[in-house]
């Protein structure tokens, strides 16, 4: 039941025409993306969409102040702007970039795992599960501009683009942390770590909850450039106008075949998952792990 509600809610807003979206900004127009004028901007105030017709380029900002965390309403707005971006055929090339300074992303935010429903719990994990499907499988030449911090389920938004610019600041570490909250990254987290940095790195990595420092982190391939600070957006731009250089089918089908096989596994038992995920996370040494992560992290200001 609380599956189906999940999905019907997933679908309902997947569905609802774009202008009716209660916080939508339509075609607000602003500075380019990439320079020049033309740019057009959509999304909702978490999720912002710079779009570049000329280029067929787009730039996601995340926007949910403090920390970017990927809240349910985050996760959502996010697969709709992306599903938005995939049907118009004016673009082929999409940046996914942070507007918090310092701060990629967070990662899943840790309130929607901690005290709520059973049925809350399978939404939300559906829409995780939503959201890595349509990015690890996008036609889009999708690359991360990763402006600043980007632990777990920040890391794992990165790891399924094609390709990763880190700004080479000290405080922006990366990496699949989920040992030091004392949970565990799920099969397909693991997945794609490993088929970006091979499995022994990957293994050590998810073992020990590493965050990768830039310069680590480019030696061991969890991102695959890193530059000063004020260049990420222009680097990206640069590494996109390489990747479209290549023939959409032809790229798409090469990504599709790489992609696929990994994709499946969770399309297969994604309910299952989800009840893996309701069973691990409702745990009371799991609840108790989490509380203390969030206390802890509430106290730091103190
Ligand atoms: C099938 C499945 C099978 C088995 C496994 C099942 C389930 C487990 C899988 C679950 C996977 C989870 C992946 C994740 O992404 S978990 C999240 C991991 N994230 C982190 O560890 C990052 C935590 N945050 C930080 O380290 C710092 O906040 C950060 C470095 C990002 C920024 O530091 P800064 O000093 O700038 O800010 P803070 O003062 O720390 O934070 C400001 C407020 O934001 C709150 N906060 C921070 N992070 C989160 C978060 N992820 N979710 C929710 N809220 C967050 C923080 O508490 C502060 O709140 P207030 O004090 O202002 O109330």
């Keep these: 039941m609380a599956l189906m509600v999940g999905a019907r809610v997933l679908a309902r807003n997947l569905l609802r025409p774009w202008s009716r979206l209660p916080d939508a900004v339509p075609g607000r127009t602003g500075p380019a993306a990439g320079g020049g004028d033309g740019v057009r901007c959509f999304g909702s105030p978490r999720v912002l969409v710079e779009t570049d017709p000329a280029k067929g380029v787009a730039v996601i900002k995340l926007k949910n102040p403090p920390v970017n965390s990927l809240s349910l309403e985050v996760l959502t707005e996010f697969v709709i702007s992306l599903e938005k971006l995939e049907n118009d055929k004016t673009f082929r090339g999409v940046i996914v970039t942070s507007d918090c300074p310092g701060i990629f992303s967070a990662g899943l935010d840790l309130t929607e795992m901690c005290g709520k429903s059973q049925a809350h719990y399978a939404e939300y994990w559906r829409a995780v599960q939503e959201l890595w499907l349509r990015l690890y499988l996008s036609n889009l030449v999708v690359i991360a501009a990763i402006n600043g911090v980007s632990p777990a389920g920040g890391c794992l938004i990165s790891l399924t683009c094609d390709y990763r610019v880190l700004a080479d600041n000290p405080k922006y570490s990366i990496g699949l942390n989920e040992t030091l909250l004392g949970i565990v990254a799920p099969s397909w987290f693991k997945d794609t770590l490993v088929n970006t940095v091979g499995h022994r790195t990957a293994e050590r990595a998810l073992q020990l909850g590493l965050l990768f420092p830039p310069a680590e982190a480019l030696r061991v391939g969890i991102v695959d450039q890193v530059v000063p600070e004020d260049q990420v957006h222009s680097a990206a731009l640069s590494v996109m106008a390489r990747w ?59």
């Design 244 to 302: 479209l250089a290549i023939p959409d089918h032809a790229r798409q089908l090469t990504k599709n075949l790489m992609r696929k096989p990994t994709a499946d596994r969770l399309v297969k038992q994604r309910d299952a998952d989800i009840q893996y995920f309701l069973q691990f996370i409702s745990r009371d040494s799991i609840q108790k792990s989490l509380r203390v992560y969030l206390d802890k992290l509430r106290q730091k200001k103190g």
